[in-house]
């Protein structure tokens, strides 16, 4: 498997970023599709509305949101399967539009994907 990175979807894309994913619900504010630069939104891995308004990304939350989260991908075995088969052929970058860089749900789906065997 190769890596799984999380990476602000505001930053700049990099050489490295490989399969660029956009795990948000919600498209980016003020960014166009050419900005964002992703190879796909999977908007099915991304926190359900009412876990995500929830969260509201209070670091105290944090891993009851984790646990909610990991439940929630659970159903989601089609995308999250998707997201195992791109780490199997490259490096895959998770994009996240949260400013939080610790506390997002990217993060909580790379450590997801990672204990399924990424």
Same mark, same amino acid.
């Given at each position: 498997?190769? =890596?799984?990175?999380?990476?602000?979807?505001?930053?700049?894309?990099?050489?490295?970023?490989?399969?660029?994913?956009?795990?948000?619900? $919600?498209?980016?504010? *003020?960014?166009?599709? =050419?900005?964002?630069?992703?190879?796909?939104?999977?908007?099915?891995?991304?926190?359900?509305? =009412?876990?995500?308004?929830?969260?509201?990304?209070?670091?105290?939350?944090?891993?009851?949101?984790?646990?909610? @989260?990991?439940?929630?991908?659970?159903? /989601?075995?089609?995308?999250? /399967?998707?997201?195992?088969?791109?780490? *199997?052929?490259? $490096?895959?970058?998770?994009? @996240?539009?949260?400013?939080?860089?610790?506390?997002?749900?990217?993060?909580?789906?790379? =450590? @997801?994907?990672?204990? /399924? *065997?990424?």
């Amino acid at each position: 498997m190769h =890596e799984i990175r999380a990476k602000r979807v505001y930053e700049e894309p990099g050489p490295g970023d490989g399969y660029r994913v956009l795990v948000d619900r $919600v498209w980016p504010r *003020g960014l166009s599709k =050419e900005n964002v630069k992703a190879d796909e939104w999977l908007k099915d891995v991304a926190p359900s509305n =009412e876990l995500r308004k929830w969260f509201g990304h209070d670091p105290d939350k944090w891993q009851e949101f984790k646990k909610r @989260y990991r439940a929630e991908l659970k159903v /989601q075995e089609e995308a999250v /399967q998707s997201l195992l088969d791109a780490a *199997g052929k490259s $490096v895959v970058t998770l994009l @996240y539009s949260a400013k939080d860089e610790e506390h997002n749900q990217a993060v909580a789906l790379k =450590e @997801y994907l990672q204990a /399924q *065997g990424a």
